[in-house]
């Protein structure tokens, strides 16, 4: 009986145990349902679809004339659904063998074997995401639809395609650094990549995506989608045909005198629109020269004798000296206060003008005509270069521009009684090479300085979103007196100076030539190292593009501005002056302008028949080209050649209306006449970049 009782209690535990067991289950059933439900309900919904962002494609930067310099191109994450119920077991191992060899032949990164061992793995694991390959070109994957089982499709072959773009330079090296990058993981914005990033970036989309075996995503194609809004376009001011030139001309010079880096920019003078900028420096990794760096816009260095012009700038509009004016350099050499300054050579006998002194760079000279005007006061000469705007980063769009640094007399901690002297000729102060080109631009520019331009719209869908026109930082750096006699110097400097290697028949430059020795931290000046700089302008009668070069640390034994920067400037200017023919008739036009209200621009061919059946005394031979130009003289008209740039607007007065309209209609512009005769006035500036579709007005009037 005891026994029975005993078993029968551990019968009613055991049952009580599965009881008590069994509503510890419904009460956490309970709990999930009620309690934790709606959250776990969420965090599957979450695991199982999730929305991605679909990125925009980039806009793309282009040159002046539309020629693409950065752009997004296509690239495809290629991936199989290897489990496809529509890829059957016969077809799968039939085509198998093929399908590794092509991907093999076309991909060359693994073996037949290894692919197939690959796509098998897959099967059996009922992958239906399976990568087969990153970043697959265009081309490639145009191959990739003709394989086995993919020739199918996306749903019978199980082929699926992944789009996405990679920015690309077509013209490589060629303004790299200027083009720059956006990286914004890093928060890294460089260049016009950097400074129009959120112009070019566009607007990212959103799709929704299902999570699959392995933790992969696939697209699931849903209403709510919304499409990405891509970037928009910008055209720059760069010249893709002078950037390439400004590129060779500088890298031949480099490499000749094995220097550390240069750079070169080429500048319209009207617009401050840059039409070349090019930065090399020498990389002791690859042992070859890179847009690593941009030199031009970055870097502040004390300029050396190009900096004399402000000095004699400022001299001229005190009226503290004429250019006749002596000055003592003894045998080439002065003391202020403990230090010692001297020329390259003693320059004649010792006693020369002032405008020997700026043309044969003489820094004896040139300091000591500053000192004498200005040691009791030289606030007064630093004061003038504040008020010229040289003391002020230019505001350009790229970001890294340097600040200059030009001391004032108020820092008494690191003014000294040197500090006047050496700063005339460009020491104890630095500027970056686009600050000082920027000062020479607007001496060629009749005073008024212009803000650099690098970007001259941008456009969306091939239509104009916003146009950009010149900014003038300064108005007029000195009186027009002034600018004429610093022009006849920096002629002079070429024309019996340090920069008559530059003088040519054809043409005229004007310019000035730099050395510098460069300084290092609490070394002093580094006797072995220089830097070499020519900066001016062309044609020096009637300047059309200023130019800066300046080269760091020849080593081949030449390292004078006149021997080293130069000849790159004479290249460049050259091979501009030979593609661009009309440079000069701007000139003869303008002249003309102002003797004689009219002239008549017509074909070459009509002007010739008018002349023969009129019997006009002229010379025909002098037509060589499509467009002529007659131009009345003194006893006789005067013809010349008229040479049509395709990529500026020409000037059209005395020109017909029929052929005016037919060259504005070859440029892609639209016309609308006003009046009768030949065109007296257009709408928009001879010069100006002409962009397709945009109307101009021509105004007409009779002889």
């Known amino acids: 009986m005891n026994n029975k009782r005993e078993i029968l209690w551990r019968v009613y535990l055991v049952y009580l145990g599965i009881l008590v067991f069994a509503l510890m289950i419904i009460g956490k059933v309970i709990q999930i349902q009620f309690s934790e439900g709606p959250q776990l309900l969420r965090d599957s919904r979450e695991n199982e679809l999730r929305y991605f962002t679909r990125e925009a494609v980039r806009g793309n930067i282009c040159a002046d004339n539309g020629n693409l310099i950065a752009t997004s191109v296509p690239i495809f994450d290629i991936r199989m659904d290897v489990d496809s119920d529509l890829i059957s077991e016969k077809l799968f191992y039939d085509k198998l063998d093929s399908l590794a060899q092509a991907f093999s032949v076309l991909f060359n990164d693994r073996s037949s074997y290894q692919y197939k061992q690959a796509l098998i793995r ?31 499709g996306k749903y019978r072959g199980g082929l699926i395609i992944i789009p996405k773009t990679k920015r690309e330079m077509p013209f490589r090296e060629l303004a790299r650094r200027t083009i720059g990058y956006a990286n914004e993981k890093e928060d890294l914005f460089v260049g016009l990549e950097g400074a129009y990033h959120e112009v070019l970036r566009g607007t990212d989309g959103v799709r929704l995506m299902r999570r699959v075996n392995n933790g992969d995503w696939i697209p699931v194609h849903d209403e709510n989608e919304i499409e990405p809004e891509n970037g ?58 890179g847009e690593y760096y941009n030199y031009a816009i970055a870097e502040c260095v004390e300029p050396g004798s190009t900096f004399k012009l402000a000095s004699m700038l400022i001299m001229l509009e005190d009226d503290k000296i004429k250019l006749t004016d002596t000055v003592s350099t003894g045998d080439g050499w002065t003391m202020y206060y403990n230090r010692t300054m001297q020329d390259v050579h003693k320059i004649g006998d ?42 002020k980063a230019l505001g350009i769009d790229i970001p890294g521009e340097g600040e200059p640094y030009i001391k004032h007399p108020d820092q008494r901690e690191i003014w000294y009684g040197t500090t006047l002297p050496w700063m005339s000729i460009g020491y104890e102060i630095s500027m970056t090479p686009l600050q000082i080109l920027t000062f020479y631009n607007a001496i060629a520019n009749g005073g008024q300085m212009v803000k650099p331009m690098f970007v001259e719209e941008v456009r969306e869908a091939g239509g104009i979103v916003e146009e950009f026109e010149p900014e003038v930082l300064n108005n007029a750096v000195c009186s027009k007196k002034t600018i004429k006699t610093l022009r006849s110097l920096l002629e002079g400097v070429v024309e019996r100076g340090t920069g008559q290697g530059l003088k040519n028949t054809i ?28 900066v001016g302008y062309f044609p020096a009668d009637h300047p059309k593009y200023s ?64 002349i ?49 309209i037919y060259i504005l209609e070859k440029l892609g512009m639209q016309t609308k006449i006003s009046g009768r005769g030949i065109v007296q006035s257009q709408s928009i500036a001879p010069g100006s970049r002409p962009q397709q579709g945009r109307m101009i007005k021509l105004n007409l009037g009779i002889i």
């Open 122 to 152: 897959a099967r059996k694991a009922h992958n239906r995401y399976y990568l087969i390959k990153r970043n697959v070109t265009y081309n490639q994957l145009k191959q990739i639809k003709q394989f086995p089982i993919l020739r199918r």
């Open 232 to 289: 928009k376009d910008i055209i720059t001011t760069l010249d893709i045909d002078i950037q390439d030139v400004a590129e060779h001309a500088l890298l031949k010079h480099l490499i000749q005198h094995e220097a550390y880096q240069g750079c070169a920019m080429l500048m319209e003078v009207k617009s401050g629109r840059v039409k070349a900028i090019a930065n090399l420096k020498y990389d002791s990794a690859t042992g070859q020269y």
């Open 350 to 391: 010792g006693l020369i003008t002032a405008r020997e002194a700026f043309e044969q760079s003489s820094n004896v000279g040139i300091s000591r005509l500053i000192y004498r005007s200005y040691k009791d006061k030289p606030e007064k000469f630093v004061n003038k270069l504040y008020e010229m705007g040289l003391s």
């Open 507 to 534: 043409y005229k430059i004007a310019g000035k030539t730099g050395t510098a020795q460069i300084a290092n931290r609490n070394l002093g000046y580094d006797k072995d190292n220089y830097t070499s700089s020519f």
């Open 547 to 610: 130019c800066i070069v300046v080269i760091s640390r020849p080593t081949k034994g030449y390292y004078y501005g006149s021997s080293v920067a130069a000849p790159v400037f004479k290249e460049i200017a050259d091979k501009v002056y030979a593609t661009q023919l009309d440079i000069p008739m701007e000139k003869e036009i303008q002249e003309h302008d102002s003797q004689y209200p009219y002239y008549v621009l017509a074909r070459a061919s009509d002007i010739s028949t008018v």
């Open 612 to 660: 023969r059946e009129c019997k006009i005394n002229a010379d025909t031979s002098q037509l060589a080209s499509e467009w002529g130009v007659v131009m009345p003289g003194e006893d006789k008209a005067r013809l010349m050649s008229r040479f049509i740039n395709n990529n500026e607007v020409p000037n059209l007065k005395g020109m017909n209306a029929e052929d005016a």
